[in-house]
């Protein structure tokens, strides 16, 4: 049985939850690997709008494992709020496991994350300002407060009597701040500790475990490739690894664990935060597509830049990924426009071609996209369940994406419901067997 990795294949918020929740049925185990609740997904089942931020997709499903790994930052505020808001909506949630290894968000990051941005201005990245880069800054830094601390009061307040030590100067503006009162954060992380103390495991153990017993794993992704830390728009990208290889070390499995990696990319591109975006659109365009896509952003609610899709970038995401397979989200919304654009290279401002995704920011702060134009198509193609059911027109538009990046669509979206979905003819995928 195999381990899949899903991904984000451009820069967050294509669908990744829809794709995890639909081959969460099948699974066995469903893994968050990295980021924290700076991610969003939203899913729709039997009509209801389930909106997560730390939990796994997985969740929806009675019975699976569900493992937030030790590479996820977790404010175990949102997730005990999560908790509760699920519980209350009639959802079992016994079956989630919390790695002991995971750091956590602290009061403090989420004011180091707000006081960053005011810092650089017009420079600032756009971050969820939920304390993600602050709360990974003190990983790395060995400064970091991990789930297991929760358990121990001693421990709990010397670490953190450590964090906040080289922080002070940062920290002044907000010395009178409640939040920042070292008995009173103690008191409201150990509290935090009760409560998740039953869900608290040795993660890597329980998933390698599962995939001993032949089980199917699915490691879900956030944000995307684009904003990967080592191999995204830097410093414009979020403060973790959102390409495949880090579900190794995010879940704590091996290479060799891993079976098939899927990529998600939207049919246009979308954006938020601050960072170059060569097929950025304005004006009607752009507004007429952020409307029917509905790209708000889930965490933040704020409005998303949008684009043609880049396969210049989806091409370089394949290839950071060893993507195996692609999923294409919301094909739906480009209904209506008489053409459809793919940027296929890029020109730099002093005129060259650029065929690859460049190494050098600037050069890509300044690049604009050539495009394929390919003829559109007019029809609601939201109640299309098989790849003969689409406008040839459509399928065109698919097959040049496939080409063009050489990694097979497996998976279409044609709408927001999880039955919108569209399994391709002949996509020879063993998760695709399960989940089809
Ligand atoms: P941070 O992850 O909050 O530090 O934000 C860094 C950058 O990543 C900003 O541009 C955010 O808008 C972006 N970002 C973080 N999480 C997501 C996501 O889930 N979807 C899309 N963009 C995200």
């Not at 008191?187 to 500790?193: F, K, M």
């Not at 507004?287 to 509905?294: L, S, T």
Request: aromatic residues 6%; contains cysteine.
């Amino acid at each position: 049985m195999p381990g899949i990795v899903i991904v984000g294949a451009q820069w967050g918020d294509e669908g990744k939850g829809k794709v995890t929740d639909m081959l969460a049925e099948r699974a066995d185990v469903i893994v968050r690997f990295q980021g924290g609740n700076n991610a969003g997904h939203t899913i729709v089942r039997e009509g209801v709008t389930y909106k997560l931020h730390l939990m796994p997709s997985g969740i929806l499903h009675p019975g699976k494992l569900c493992v937030i790994g030790n590479g996820v930052v977790i404010d175990p505020k949102v997730l005990t709020d999560e908790l509760d808001e699920l519980r209350h909506r009639g959802i079992d949630t016994r079956a989630l496991r919390i790695s002991a290894n995971a750091h956590l968000i602290m009061p403090y990051h989420m004011m180091l994350d707000e006081a960053g941005e005011a810092k650089l201005g017009k420079l600032q990245i756009g971050t969820t300002r939920r304390g993600i880069g602050p709360s990974y800054a003190d990983k790395a830094s060995r400064l970091g407060i991990r789930m297991q601390d929760l358990l121990d009061e001693k421990i709990l307040k010397k670490k953190i009597v450590a964090a906040l030590e080289p922080k002070r100067l940062s920290l002044r503006p907000f010395a009178k701040d409640p939040a920042l009162d070292l008995q009173s954060m103690t008191d409201e992380y150990l509290t935090y500790g009760h409560v998740l103390e039953p869900y608290i495991a040795d993660t890597s153990r329980l998933v390698l475990d599962r995939l001993d017993h032949g089980e199917m794993v699915v490691f879900e992704g956030a944000q995307g490739a684009l904003l990967d830390i080592d191999h995204g728009t830097y410093p414009f990208v979020t403060s973790s690894n959102p390409v495949a290889g880090a579900a190794c070390t995010g879940a704590g499995v091996g290479p060799r664990d891993i079976d098939e990696v899927w990529g998600v990319a939207k049919a246009y591109t979308t954006r938020v935060g601050a960072g170059p975006f060569p097929t950025e659109l304005d004006g009607d365009l752009a507004d007429e597509i952020r409307e029917r896509g509905g790209e708000y952003g889930t965490t933040t609610g704020r409005a998303r830049r949008v684009g043609w899709i880049d396969l210049v970038a989806l091409r370089y995401a394949a290839r950071l990924n060893s993507l195996t397979s692609l999923a294409i989200t919301k094909l739906d919304v480009l209904s209506g426009f008489d053409t459809l654009h793919a940027c296929v290279r890029y020109h730099s401002a002093e005129g060259a071609e650029l065929d690859g995704f460049p190494y050098h920011q600037t050069v890509l702060h300044h690049a604009t996209g050539e495009y394929a134009e390919l003829p559109g198509f007019d029809e609601d193609i939201s109640g299309c369940r098989s790849e003969s059911e689409l406008p040839a027109t459509a399928r065109e538009f698919l097959r040049f994406i496939a080409d063009y990046v050489g990694v097979a669509i497996v998976l279409v979206g044609v709408g927001p419901g999880r039955e919108q979905v569209i399994w391709m003819d002949g996509a020879e995928s063993s998760a695709v067997r399960l989940a089809a």
